[in-house]
Structure formats: structure tokens, C-alpha cells
């Protein structure tokens, strides 16, 4: 890794080398990690202390597997060269930013309250017909995430597509002023973290800090069918560029024919110098909104040279990632896999999703967290939406769910939606194989705190 070597790293992160007589400071380290189940020879090791685990304990073990030092906050006698902090989160994070400081590849950004994700998926699916990429694996997009993304960047590597995901005030500018994207991305803003972003105009204010911190000459592309985003004005040397249904937007959709949960076809349209090429792509994830996220991936990977039809394949041989929209077909049941996140804009998508299948439609919705003191209507909203919607079986689970299940029965006017509450997924777990029934389009989406992944294991097994 360019300069990451003991000396260098001391340097950058403020912190004191010890134990290193014998080491050769000047050699370059091969991977940095805070998991020592990850450590390989020649690696750095952060040691960071949990809730539950303190990885000072594991130092010791990391040498015994060839590791060129470690960070910690605290003295010991550990067998290999190590650099003593005042905290080890913060070093960490000195470290990515030492290390973008030396790297010459381009940087993708991409943020949003929903569908970053996917966004970022079909982003990094279509460069990789031409670059070899590097992309947020998992959850990795937050203050601890998103610098081991940082570091994970390889030699081999020509370009990162690299998710943010915030919560407070104050965390955009810390993961921007690290990562310095050349390109910025922002699917939407929506009603998510509320609980400290107060609402929508808060959540537009931090999530663009990102621009504050971008290449000047880089590409802003924002989505043009959000209210809030339109209203973003040139804050660099280049105006942002908008994608979205609309055709107001210079990278637009037009024809789109849902194909059920196998995706949609639809017509591209690009507007350059008073032109509108148009191209026919298959978009192969489920749900119109996935329309508009393969159209920020055209619309990137056009900035980085690639032709359309490299596009266009590319776009096509995108896959979902567990948990985010992801159908799996059982066998028995068509499970749709949205459960690692949750809030109102992103549940209403994903029933929207759910409608587009062909069989029985079944909603398995759960606790939505860090919605503010709105909590309640929100969730309420969410049952009056799946009880204006074409739900065939709502099953609701959790203490906050108890208000999607009675804002559906508000809505229900007909009483033609077979209704379920639970309390928590286990009673849940004990009776959906009576609720069930074969072929059935599934729904699970809930809060990753919910573990509703437990329910997609059941039901894939079955």
C-alpha cells in the first residue's frame, strides 16, 4: 500500500512507534484492518475497544500471524512493532486520510436515504466493463466503514465507488474531508434520521456537505425527481447534472415496462448539446425507482469514458446484495430481502415493489428505528399505504409496527387484507407457516436492528 509504511503511519496519525528496533520502518504495509480474524502478513492491525471486545487482547495474536504492527491506545508487551494513540477510532480515520491523500484513482461518492445501495451496485457493475473496481462491501459506509473501504484500496485497483451513510449533523463533512470524491452521487432525500436531522431540510443540509468537499472539477449528480435536490445550485467549477424519471432531467427514462420482480426494459434518453440520444436497456432489478439507479450509473460511467453499449451491459448484469431488494426464489415462496434498513420513503418503495408481482403479495414489515418524535404517525402512514395498496396478507411485527397494522386497518376500507400483529419475529416465526401459502410473493423489510434476516433464513430454507 503507497507509503503506508511504520514510520509514515506514525507520522500521519499523531501517534508514537514503539517496539521497533529490530522492524524495517521503511517497509510498506499489505492491508489494514480492526478485525484480527482478518490480519494477514504484513498487515496493520487497529486495535479498538467495544462494547464487548477489546482488541488489545488480540495483538498478540495478530504477530503470531506475520503482521507488520499494530495501533493501540495503550502499552503492553506486544511482540511486534506497535504505535501508541490517544484513540484508536481516530486514528483510523487519520490513516484513510493519509492514504487518499497518496492514491491518484478516482473516488465515487454516493449518498442518499434511499437506494444508495443499489445505486452504488449499479454503479460499479457498469465501470467494472472497463476499470478494475473497488466498492463499499456491506455496511462498511459509516465513520468506521467507510475509512476501512478507504484502505481496502488496492494497486490493482483503477477506481472506488464509495457509499456514505449518516445519521447526525457533523458526520458528512468528516467522511468527505477524508474521502475527497472526484464524482458525488445523491438518490434522494427522504425522511430518514430524523431523530437528530429534525426533517427533510435537515437531512438536504447534511448530506450535501458533500459537495463542500469534492473534486471542484468533478461531476454533482443529484436526482432531478426530488423536491429538495432540484433546489441545489452550482457550488464548484461545473453544474450538477440531474437523472430521474422526469424528463426535465439530462439523463431521463421513457417507455419503462415493468416485468414484475425480473425487472424492467425501458428507453434511456440522454440529453447532449441539444440532442436526445436514446437507448433501449434492461434494467435487471426489480421496481421503477431501480430505473432511476441504473440512470445515475449511465450517467457516471459516461463521465469515466465508457461507451453505451459497455454501459448497457453493464447495467444488465447487476445483482442485488443481500438485504437490499434482493429476490430469492425458494422454491416454495418468492422472497423479496429488503430487511437490512428501513425508514417511510424506502418501505413505501419496497411495497411498491411487492406490487409488482404476479402472484398472492405478502408484506412482512417490522420496526422502523431513528424516526423522531414522529415515530408513530410515521409508521401509521406506512399501514395506510399498504391498506390503500393492492396487500393481499400484512403480518406486522414489533412495539412500533402495532401502528402500521392499525393505520392499514383505517385504510382497509373492504376489509380485503388478511391482517397480522405480533409483538416480536419469534411468536411471528411460529405461525407464518399457516399464514403462508405456497408461491407467495414475500416482503421482508424492517429495521436492521429487528434481525428480520432470521425470517429470510427460515423462509429460504423451507
Given at each position: ?22 522492524a ?14 482478518k490480519?494477514e502478513?504484513?498487515?496493520i ?17 495478530v504477530a503470531k500471524?506475520?503482521?507488520?504492527g499494530a495501533?493501540?491506545?495503550t ?14 477510532f481516530d486514528?483510523?480515520?487519520?490513516l484513510a ?6 492514491l491518484?484513482?478516482?473516488?465515487i461518492?454516493?449518498?442518499g ?10 454503479i ?19 465513520e ?10 488496492k494497486e490493482?485497483?483503477?477506481?472506488a ?13 468528516r467522511?468527505?474531508?477524508i474521502?475527497k470524491?472526484d464524482a ?7 425522511q ?6 429534525i ?18 472539477d468533478g ?7 426530488d423536491?429538495k435536490?432540484i433546489t441545489v445550485?452550482?457550488n ?7 437523472f ?9 427514462a421513457?417507455?419503462?415496462?415493468e416485468k ?5 426494459e ?14 433501449e436497456?434492461?434494467v ?15 450517467a457516471?460511467a459516461?463521465?469515466?469514458?465508457l ?20 429476490i ?9 430481502d429488503?430487511?437490512?434498513n428501513?425508514n417511510?420513503?424506502?418501505?413505501k418503495a ?9 402472484s398472492?403479495k ?12 414522529n ?6 402512514s406506512?399501514?395506510?399505504?399498504c391498506?390503500?395498496s393492492d396487500?393481499?396478507?400484512l403480518?406486522a411485527i ?9 393505520g392499514a386497518t ?15 419475529k ?11 401459502k405456497e408461491?407467495d ?7 436492521n ?8 433464513n427460515?423462509l429460504?430454507?423451507?
Amino acid at each position: 500500500m503507497k507509503d503506508l509504511s511504520l514510520k509514515n503511519i506514525a507520522a500521519a496519525i499523531g501517534g508514537q512507534l514503539k517496539n521497533a528496533q529490530n522492524a524495517d520502518c521503511n517497509k510498506e504495509a499489505q492491508g489494514v484492518d480492526i478485525d484480527s480474524r482478518k490480519i494477514e502478513k504484513d498487515y496493520i492491525f487497529i486495535a479498538t475497544k467495544g462494547e464487548k471486545v477489546d482488541g488489545h487482547s488480540f495483538v498478540n495474536d495478530v504477530a503470531k500471524k506475520g503482521a507488520l504492527g499494530a495501533i493501540v491506545e495503550t502499552d503492553g508487551d506486544y511482540e511486534l512493532p506497535y504505535i501508541v494513540v490517544d484513540n484508536s477510532f481516530d486514528a483510523l480515520k487519520k490513516l484513510a486520510a493519509f492514504y487518499r491523500s497518496r492514491l491518484n484513482i478516482p473516488i465515487i461518492g454516493v449518498t442518499g436515504s434511499v437506494g444508495k445501495t443499489s445505486t452504488k451496485e449499479f454503479i460499479a457493475g457498469t465501470l467494472s466493463a472497463k476499470y478494475k473496481v473497488l466498492k463499499t462491501f456491506g455496511n462498511h459506509n459509516n465513520e468506521v466503514g467507510m475509512p476501512l473501504t478507504l484502505l481496502s484500496i488496492k494497486e490493482e485497483h483503477e477506481i472506488a465507488v464509495v457509499e456514505m451513510g449518516i445519521s447526525d449533523f457533523g458526520e458528512m463533512e468528516r467522511l468527505a474531508s477524508i474521502s475527497k470524491p472526484d464524482a458525488c452521487v445523491i438518490t434522494n432525500i427522504g425522511q430518514c434520521h430524523l431523530e437528530k436531522l429534525i426533517d427533510r431540510d435537515g437531512v438536504l443540509s447534511a448530506k450535501t456537505k458533500m459537495l463542500d468537499y469534492m473534486n471542484p472539477d468533478g461531476l454533482t449528480l443529484l436526482n432531478g425527481d426530488d423536491d429538495k435536490l432540484i433546489t441545489v445550485k452550482k457550488n464548484n467549477n461545473r453544474e450538477p447534472k440531474f437523472f430521474g424519471i422526469g424528463e426535465n432531467n439530462d439523463y431521463y427514462a421513457t417507455d419503462i415496462e415493468e416485468k414484475g420482480l425480473l425487472g424492467s426494459e425501458a428507453v434511456f434518453v440522454i440529453k447532449k448539446n441539444d440532442t436526445e440520444l436514446r437507448y433501449e436497456v434492461k434494467v435487471p432489478l426489480p421496481g421503477r425507482h431501480m430505473v432511476s439507479n441504473a440512470l445515475a450509473a449511465w450517467a457516471v460511467a459516461e463521465e469515466f469514458g465508457l461507451t453505451p453499449d459497455e454501459i448497457i451491459k453493464g447495467i444488465s448484469e447487476v445483482k442485488a446484495t443481500a438485504g437490499r431488494s434482493n429476490i430469492i426464489d425458494t422454491g416454495k415462496y418468492i422472497v423479496i430481502d429488503d430487511c437490512y434498513n428501513a425508514n417511510p420513503v424506502s418501505m413505501k418503495a419496497a411495497v411498491d415493489l411487492l406490487m409488482s408481482a404476479n402472484s398472492r403479495k405478502v408484506a412482512i414489515l417490522g420496526d422502523m428505528f431513528e424516526l423522531g418524535e414522529n415515530t408513530g404517525q410515521l409508521h401509521y402512514s406506512v399501514g395506510e399505504y399498504c391498506g390503500q395498496s393492492d396487500v393481499d396478507v400484512l403480518v406486522a411485527i414489533g412495539e412500533l409496527a402495532k401502528n402500521i397494522y392499525d393505520g392499514a386497518t383505517e385504510k382497509d376500507i373492504n376489509s380485503s387484507i388478511l391482517k397480522y400483529y405480533f409483538e416480536n419475529k419469534e411468536q411471528a416465526l411460529e405461525e407464518l407457516s399457516d399464514i403462508l401459502k405456497e408461491k407467495d410473493s414475500v416482503l421482508i423489510k424492517a429495521s436492521n436492528g429487528m434481525k428480520f434476516n432470521v425470517i429470510v433464513n427460515k423462509l429460504s430454507n423451507q
